[in-house]
C-alpha cells in the first residue's frame, strides 16, 4: 500500500510537487489510521473473548470441575491467568476466586479504556477539522474569484507552502494522537495481581515468606524477580521492612509496601491488607488514566497554535492573499 502510493505521489509530482507531496502524506495518515481503526477492532474482540474465557472457567471452578488449561487471546491477561492456576496448585488457593477477580479488573478496565476513548474523540475530530481548514479556505478564494490553487501548486512560493503546511499538520496529527492516548502504568496492574495472589496464599495457609516466595515464582513479569529476592530475605529472618525496601522505591509500590510492612507478623491481616490494597491501586489506576485523558484535552492547545494554525496560514490564507493581490495588480 505504501509503494501504491509512493508511486501514485511521484506521478503526480511530474505535474505538480506540491500534489504529490499532498497525497503522499496524507494517503500514508490514512492508511495509518485504517490499520489503527482495524487493530483497535481485533483488540476489542480479543478482549471480550478472553472475559468470556475467564467467567466460564471460574462457573466451571464453581461448579466443581477443572477447566482446561487454554491460551487467552490477551497475552499480560494469560500470563495472570497461569501464574493463579500455578499459585492454586502449589498453595491450594481458591483459584475460582482469583479468576473472577482477575475478570472483575479486567472488565472494570476495558469499560475505562472505553470511556477513555469516546473523551478523546473530541480531540480527535478537532484535529480532523483543522486538517481541512486550509482546503476550505482555498475553495473560498476559488468562489471570489481568486486563483489560490494555481498559486498553491503551479509556484515555488506554493511549493513551499505546501511542503511546510503538510510538514506541521502531520506533526501535528502526531502530536494529538499521542495526547489523545491515554495508556496506565502496567506496574499498577502487576502489582494488583501480586496482592491479590499473596492475600490467596495466605488465606490457603502459607506463610508470609513462603506465600511471597511462590508469588515470585509464578508470576514471570517484571516484579518476579524482587518478589523471590524478598520471599528469600523474610525467610532467612530479615526484617520486614528491610526486606520490602527493594521495591519499596517505586511510587506504585508504596501501597503494597506499607501493607505488607504493617500486617507482616499477621498472616490472616495481611491477607485483608493486600486484597484492599490491590482494589487501591485498581482505583489509583482508574484515576490516573482520567487524569490523562483530562490533561491531554488542554494539551491539545499546543498543536493548535504550533502546528495546525500556522498550517492553515501558509496553505490557507497566503495563496489567496497572493492570488488576490496578482489579480489586482
Not at 111 to 131: F, P
Not at 195 to 220: F, I, K, Q, T
Amino acid at each position: 500500500m505504501i509503494v501504491l502510493i509512493g508511486v501514485l505521489a511521484l506521478a503526480l509530482m511530474l505535474v505538480s510537487p506540491a500534489i504529490g507531496i499532498v497525497v503522499f502524506g496524507y494517503g500514508v495518515v490514512a492508511r495509518k489510521l485504517v490499520i489503527r481503526r482495524r487493530e483497535r477492532a481485533q483488540a476489542a474482540r480479543r478482549m471480550v473473548a478472553t472475559l468470556d474465557l475467564l467467567a466460564s472457567a471460574a462457573a466451571d471452578l464453581r461448579a466443581g470441575s477443572a477447566p482446561p488449561l487454554i491460551a487467552l487471546p490477551v497475552r499480560d491477561v494469560d500470563r495472570f491467568a497461569r501464574a493463579a492456576r500455578r499459585l492454586s496448585d502449589r498453595t491450594g488457593a481458591a483459584l475460582a476466586d482469583l479468576l473472577e477477580r482477575l475478570e472483575v479488573h479486567q472488565r472494570a478496565l476495558s469499560r475505562l479504556d472505553a470511556t477513555a476513548y469516546a473523551q478523546a474523540a473530541g480531540a480527535r475530530l478537532t484535529a480532523l477539522i483543522l486538517i481541512a481548514l486550509p482546503a476550505l479556505a482555498l475553495l473560498l478564494g476559488h468562489s471570489i474569484g481568486a486563483d489560490a490553487l494555481g498559486i498553491l501548486f503551479q509556484t515555488h512560493i506554493g511549493f513551499v507552502c505546501t511542503a511546510i503546511a503538510v510538514a506541521l499538520q502531520l506533526a501535528g496529527l502526531a502530536w494529538t494522537d499521542r495526547l489523545s492516548r491515554s495508556r496506565t502504568d502496567p506496574l499498577h496492574a502487576e502489582l494488583a495481581v501480586a496482592s491479590d495472589l499473596m492475600a490467596a496464599a495466605l488465606r490457603a495457609g502459607s506463610p508470609v515468606p513462603s506465600a511471597v516466595l511462590h508469588v515470585g515464582d509464578v508470576l514471570e513479569g517484571p516484579l518476579s524477580a524482587s518478589l523471590t529476592q524478598i520471599g528469600r530475605e523474610l525467610a532467612a529472618g530479615v526484617s520486614p521492612k528491610q526486606a520490602w525496601q527493594r521495591i519499596g522505591r517505586l511510587d506504585a509500590a508504596r501501597r503494597l509496601t506499607n501493607a505488607a510492612q504493617r500486617t507482616s507478623e499477621s498472616g490472616a491481616a495481611m491477607s485483608g491488607a493486600l486484597t484492599r490494597c490491590a482494589d487501591d491501586l485498581r482505583v489509583d489506576a482508574a484515576h490516573e488514566r482520567q487524569a490523562r485523558v483530562q490533561r491531554a484535552s488542554v494539551l491539545l492547545m499546543l498543536p493548535l497554535g504550533l502546528c495546525f494554525l500556522p498550517a492553515f496560514l501558509l496553505a490557507g490564507l497566503v495563496p489567496v492573499v497572493l492570488a488576490v493581490i496578482s489579480e489586482v495588480l
